[in-house]
C-alpha cells in the first residue's frame, strides 16, 4: 500500500487526478452510504473504473471492497459485483483500458500489469480469512457470484501459487468445494472449474492426494467420454492436464489410479480408424496429452515396482496392443507417430512379457516385416525427421534393456548361419547405419548395436564371429577389425564417438574381445597417439574414451598377448603418456557438457543432430569403470600380488564360511523334521491315551453290568434287555449285530461250498495216487529187464510221483487252514447268537473283559514305546541344537579372521603410502643435491638419459639376432 501511495502521490494534476478523485469519492460512498442500494451503485461504478483506472482503485478500494464481502453476502447482485472489481484488479488476462490523456512521463513511473496484480494478490492473501471467505462463497448456487468467485481464485493462484495453496490446504472443506464445481450442470462454471484445479494441483503433492481422493479420477474420465474423448474439444484438453498434474512425480496418485482400474477405462481413448483423415489440431493435442498420461504412468523415474504393475496393465487390458496398432497405421501425423513411438518405448522398456509382444508386432505389409525391421528402416534413414529418430533408437533401447532373448535374436540376424539374403534383417540395417556416410546414422547405430551388447557377455563373444565383406576380390574381415579401421581413418567426430562407444560397451567383461582387438597391432599406438596429442576442445571427447578404451585394455586383460600384457600397457602409458596426463584426458568425459545432460534421463532428448554424442546407459558404464581404471593403472605390481594373495584368503575363509552356512541349514532341515517327528509322535500319543481312557470306561461298565446281573439273577428276557440297553450305551446297536451275524454265516457257507470243492478235487488226486501206486508196483517187476547199458532205472516216474506228492501235501495243508477257518467261523456266529438272546454266561464275560485287559496293557505297552521314543528324538535334539552353536562359534571366529586380515590389508595400504612420501622426500633431496654438485662443476647423468641409452641398448640387442 505504501509503494502504491507514494506512485499517486507523484502524479501531476490532470485527467488521472478527477479519475481518482472520482475513485476517492465511490469509495467513500461504499463506506458511508447506509443504503445497499447506494453502495451496490458504488460497487458497480468502481467495477467499470477498474479496468481504466486499475491503480487508483486497487490502491482506494481493496479495503472498502474486502469489506463488503463481509458485511453484504445476503446480496448476491453486490457480491458479484465485487468479486468483477478484484477479479479485475487481480487478473493479468484483463486487458487495461488506457487513459486517453495520459502522458508517456506518467505512463513511466506506472508499474507493469503483473506487477500490480501480484502487489494486489498479496494484499488480499495478508489476511487468511479473506481467502476462506472466498472459499465459502463456492458454495453459493448464484450463477453471478459462483462464477466470478472461481475466476477470482484461479487468478490469485496464477499469481502466488504456492502462498495460496497454502492457506486452502489448512482451510476446511476447501479442497472439497472446489471438487464440487465439476458436478455443476452449467458447463462454463465446471470448465473454469477444471481450469482452477489445474492451478491448484501444480507442484503440491498434498493437494493433489487429496484431489485424487475426492473421485476426481472418475469424475475427469467421465468427462472426457461425455465430450468424445480424442475427438473432444478443448473441455478434454483440460481434463487431461489436470489429469497430467495430478500422476506426474506422485507415486500415490499413480498407485491409486491403478488399483481403481482406470488403465483400462484409457483403451478406448486410443481406437482410431487406420485411414482416419480427420487429424484436427485440437484431436492431436488430446492424442498428445492421452499418451503423455500413459508415459506418466510407466514412465522410467517412477519406482520399479510401481512401473512393472502399470505395465503389466497395459498388456492385460489391451492398451499396448492398441498402441503397437497406431504405431503401424497409415496417415498418422509425424508428431503423434513420434509420440506414440515413445509411449510403446515406455510400456515394454524392462518388461519381458511386453518385449516379446512387441517382437511379435508385424508391420501391415506385403510380405510383413516385423515392426522392429520397420522402424530401423526409419532410424537410419537420414531422410526422416530427426525427432522420429531418436524416437526410434529410444524404442530399440528399451525392447534391449534386461532383455537377454530380444539380444540374442538381434545379434543372431548378423551371424552368417542366419542370414538371408532374401530380407532385409535389423542387422543387416545396422551394419550399413554403422558404415554409411551419414553420421547420425553411424553414431545411432553403433549406441543401438551396443545395447545389443550391454551385460550380455554372452552375445559379446558371438559378435566376434561376425564377418564382413569390405569389397570383391577382398577377404572378409571382422565387424571388430572394421570398426578400428573407420576409426582410425579420422572420420566425423560423432561417429568416432559413436565406435568408441560401441568398442567400450563390447569389450567391457569381456576379455577375449580385448584379446582380438589387442591382436591388431596399429590398435595400441592409434590410442596412445590420441590421447597424447594436444588437440581442441571439439576433440577432448574423442580422447576421453581413447583413454576409457586402453583402460579396459588393461583393466580386463588376461596377459595372453606377451607384448601387451597389464604391465607393459601401464609401463607404456608411463612412458609415451605420463600417469596423470592419462588421469586428466580420461576426466574429460565425465567433465563434458553433454554427459550430465544424457544421465539424468535414457530417452535421449536433443535439440540438434550435432549435441548426440553421449548415451544414458553409457554414461552409468563410464561412472562404474572410471574408478576401477584408474585403480589399475596406479597399481604397481607387488600391489596387484598382494591384492591377489588377499583375494584368494578372503575367498577361501568365504567357502569356509559358505560350507558352514549349509552345514547349519542341512541341521536346521533335520531339526525341523524331528520336531515335526515329535509333533506327531505327541499326537500319537494322545489319541492313544483318548482311546484307553474310552476302553476302560467301557469295561467298567461291563464289569457293573456282569456284577448287576449277577446279584440280581434276572431271567433271560430282562437278561437280553439289559443287554441291549449296555450295547446301546456302549454305542452297539442289535440292528448292526444282526447283520453282522448275517454277514459272517454267508460268509461261512461260501466257505462250506469252497471246502466241498476242495474235498472233491482231494478225492480225484488220492485217485491218481491209487493209480501211480499200482502203476509203479507192476512196473518195479520190470526194472530189472528194462534197464538200461548203464544199468541204472528210468527216473521219469519217480520224479512225477514226488511231485503230486508234493502237491497232495500242500492240499492236505490248505485243507487243514480251511478247516480251521471253518471252526473259527463257526464259533463266531455261535457267539454272536448267544450274545444276541442274551445267553451269555459269567464265563464268556469274564474272557471278554481279560481279552479288553489284554488289549488295555498292550496299548500301554505302546505309549510307553512312544515316550521312549520321544525321549530319545529330545535327546537328538538337544544334541544338534549343541552341535549348531559350536558351528555358530566356529562361523563368528571365521568372520572375525576375516576383519584382522581387511585390517591388515588397509595398514598395509597406509604403510606404502609412507614409503611413497618418504621415497618423494629422498627423491627431492638426491635432485637438490645433484643441482649442488652441478653448480659446483660435476658432471652428471640424469635418469632420462640414462633410461633412453638403457632403451638404445634393448633395441640393438634385438636387432643383433637378426
Not at 467495477?47 to 458485511?71: D, F, T
Not at 498418422?332 to 512387441?358: C, H, K, M, W
Request: glycine share 4%; charged share 25%; aromatic share 4%.
Amino acid at each position: 500500500m505504501n509503494f502504491l501511495r507514494g506512485v499517486m502521490g507523484g502524479q501531476s494534476a490532470g485527467p488521472q487526478r478527477s479519475g481518482a478523485e472520482t475513485v476517492q469519492k465511490l469509495c467513500d460512498r461504499v463506506a458511508s452510504a447506509t443504503l445497499l442500494e447506494d453502495r451496490r451503485d458504488a460497487v458497480r461504478a468502481l467495477k467499470s473504473l477498474s479496468k481504466k483506472y486499475r491503480l487508483e482503485v486497487g490502491s482506494q478500494a481493496m479495503e472498502h471492497l474486502i469489506n463488503v464481502l463481509q458485511m453484504d453476502r445476503s446480496d448476491s447482485e453486490i457480491i458479484g459485483y465485487t468479486l468483477d472489481t478484484l477479479y479485475n484488479l487481480i487478473s493479468n488476462d484483463v486487458e487495461e483500458e488506457e487513459p486517453a490523456d495520459g502522458s508517456e512521463e506518467e505512463n513511466v513511473h506506472k508499474p507493469s500489469s503483473e506487477d500490480l496484480a501480484v502487489q494486489y494478490t498479496e494484499i488480499f492473501i495478508k489476511q487468511p480469512e479473506n481467502l476462506t471467505l472466498l472459499l465459502s462463497l463456492l458454495e453459493e448456487f448464484d450463477f453471478h457470484v459462483r462464477w466470478p468467485a472461481v475466476k477470482l481464485l484461479t487468478a490469485l493462484l496464477k499469481n502466488l501459487g504456492p502462498q495460496v495453496q497454502q492457506i486452502i490446504l489448512v482451510s476446511p472443506m476447501g479442497v472439497s468445494r472446489m471438487m464440487d464445481l465439476l458436478a455443476d450442470s452449467r458447463e462454463v462454471i465446471r470448465n473454469d472449474g477444471l481450469l482452477l484445479l489445474q492451478q491448484l494441483t501444480k507442484g503440491n503433492a498434498a493437494i493433489q492426494k487429496i484431489v485424487a481422493f475426492e473421485s476426481a479420477f472418475e469424475r475427469l474420465l467421465d468427462i472426457i467420454t461425455e465430450e468424445g474423448m480424442s475427438d473432444g474439444g478443448i473441455v478434454v484438453e483440460d481434463c487431461l492436464l489436470l489429469l497430467v498434474n495430478l500422476m506426474k512425480n506422485n507415486s500415490s496418485n499413480q498407485n491409486f489410479f491403478k488399483e481403481g482400474s482406470y488403465i483400462q477405462r484409457m483403451k478406448t481413448w486410443f481406437e482410431v480408424a487406420e485411414e482416419n483423415l480427420n487429424w484436427s489440431a485440437q484431436k492431436v493435442t488430446n492424442l498428445h496429452l492421452m499418451l503423455q498420461l500413459v508415459r506418466v504412468l510407466v514412465s522410467p523415474v517412477n519406482p520399479p515396482g510401481a512401473t512393472s504393475t502399470c505395465q503389466k496393465s497395459a498388456f492385460q487390458c489391451g492398451l499396448l496392443q492398441q498402441l503397437c496398432t497406431i504405431l503401424m497405421a497409415t496417415g498418422v501425423p509425424a508428431d503423434i507417430l513420434t509420440e506414440t513411438i515413445n509411449t510403446v518405448s515406455e510400456v515394454i522398456r524392462g518388461s519381458q512379457v511386453n518385449q516379446d509382444y512387441f517382437a511379435s508386432v508385424n508391420a501391415p505389409s506385403n510380405p510383413p516385416r516385423p515392426a522392429i525391421v520397420v522402424l530401423l528402416m526409419s532410424m537410419v534413414n537420414e531422410r526422416q525427421p530427426f525427432v522420429l529418430r531418436c524416437a526410434v533408437l529410444y524404442c530399440f533401447q528399451c525392447f534391449l534393456y534386461k532383455n537377454q532373448r530380444g539380444q540374442a535374436e538381434i545379434v543372431a540376424t548378423l551371424l552368417p548361419t542366419t542370414i538371408d539374403a532374401n530380407s532385409i534383417s535389423a542387422g543387416q540395417l545396422l551394419c550399413g547405419g554403422l558404415f554409411s556416410a551419414d553420421s547420425l546414422s553411424n553414431w545411432c547405430a553403433a549406441v543401438a548395436l551396443a545395447h545389443a551388447l550391454q551385460d550380455n557377455s554372452v552375445q559379446k563373444e558371438q559378435l566376434l564371429r561376425v564377418q564382413l565383406a569390405t569389397s570383391l576380390g577382398n577377404p572378409p574381415v571382422s565387424l571388430l577389425q572394421q570398426c578400428t579401421n573407420i576409426l582410425s581413418q579420422g572420420s566425423n567426430v560423432q561417429t568416432r564417438v559413436g565406435l568408441l562407444m560401441l568398442l567400450s560397451t563390447w569389450m567391457t567383461d569381456c576379455p577375449i574381445a580385448v584379446t582380438h582387438f589387442l591382436h591388431n597391432q596399429t590398435n595400441v599406438p592409434f590410442l596412445t597417439a590420441q590421447i597424447s596429442e594436444n588437440l581442441g576442445e571439439e576433440e577432448q571427447l574423442v580422447q576421453g574414451l581413447c583413454a576409457l578404451l586402453l583402460g579396459i585394455c588393461i583393466y580386463d586383460n588376461e596377459n595372453s598377448l606377451e607384448n601387451y600384457t597389464k604391465e607393459k600397457l601401464k609401463q607404456l602409458i608411463e612412458k609415451r603418456i605420463g600417469k596423470e596426463i592419462f588421469i586428466e584426458k580420461l576426466a574429460y568425459i565425465s567433465k563434458h557438457e553433454l554427459y550430465s545432460r544424457a544421465g539424468q534421463k535414457p530417452q535421449p532428448s536433443y535439440s540438434i543432430p550435432e549435441q548426440m554424442l553421449l548415451d544414458h546407459e553409457f554414461t552409468k558404464l563410464v561412472k562404474e569403470l572410471e574408478v576401477l581404471i584408474i585403480k589399475a593403472v596406479q597399481k604397481s605390481s607387488e600391489d596387484e600380488k598382494k591384492e591377489e594373495e588377499v583375494k584368494k584368503s578372503l575367498e577361501q575363509h568365504d567357502s569356509i564360511v559358505s560350507q558352514y552356512k549349509e552345514l547349519i541349514r542341512e541341521q536346521d532341515m533335520q531339526l525341523n523334521e524331528l520336531k515335526k517327528q515329535v509333533t506327531a509322535l505327541t499326537t500319537q500319543n494322545e489319541q492313544s491315551q483318548t482311546t484307553i481312557t474310552q476302553q476302560a470306561a467301557q469295561i467298567q461298565q461291563l464289569k457293573d453290568q456282569y456284577n448287576l446281573l449277577k446279584i440280581q439273577g434276572k431271567p433271560v428276557d430282562s437278561h437280553h434287555h439289559m443287554h441291549n440297553e449296555a450295547a446301546e450305551i456302549n454305542g452297539i446297536q442289535p440292528k448292526a449285530d444282526m447283520e453282522e451275524i448275517g454277514r459272517l454265516q454267508e460268509e461261512l457257507e461260501q466257505l462250506k461250498k469252497q471246502h466241498g470243492i476242495l474235498e472233491g478235487q482231494l478225492a480225484e488226486k488220492d485217485l491218481i495216487i491209487d493209480k501211480m501206486q499200482t502203476s509203479q508196483i507192476s512196473g518195479n517187476k520190470d526194472t530189472d529187464d528194462c534197464t538200461d547199458n548203464s544199468g541204472e532205472p528210468t527216473a521219469a516216474p519217480h520224479k512225477e510221483l514226488e511231485t503230486l506228492r508234493t502237491l497232495v501235501q500242500t492240499q492236505a495243508a490248505e485243507i487243514s487252514q480251511l478247516q480251521a477257518k471253518k471252526q473259527e467261523l463257526e464259533n463266531q456266529p455261535a457267539a454272536m447268537t448267544g450274545l444276541g438272546s442274551g445267553d451269555v454266561d459269567s464265563d464268556s464275560s469274564l474272557r471278554r473283559i481279560t481279552q479288553l485287559e489284554s488289549r488295555v496293557s498292550a496299548l500301554d505297552d505302546e505309549n510307553q514305546k512312544l515316550k521312549g521314543q520321544v525321549k530319545v528324538l529330545t535327546e537328538e535334539k538337544d544334541s544338534l541344537d549343541q552341535q549348531m552353536t559350536r558351528t555358530n562359534n566356529t562361523v563368528v571366529i571365521l568372520q572375525t579372521d576375516k576383519s584382522r586380515l581387511q585390517q591388515e590389508v588397509v595398514e598395509s595400504k597406509k604403510e606404502q603410502d609412507d614409503l611413497l612420501v618418504l621415497l618423494a622426500d629422498q627423491d627431492q633431496k638426491i635432485f637438490s643435491l645433484k643441482n649442488k654438485l652441478k653448480e659446483l662443476g660435476e658432471a652428471i647423468e640424469d635418469e632420462d638419459d640414462m633410461e633412453s641409452g638403457d632403451q638404445d641398448d634393448d633395441d640393438y640387442d634385438e636387432d643383433e639376432p637378426n
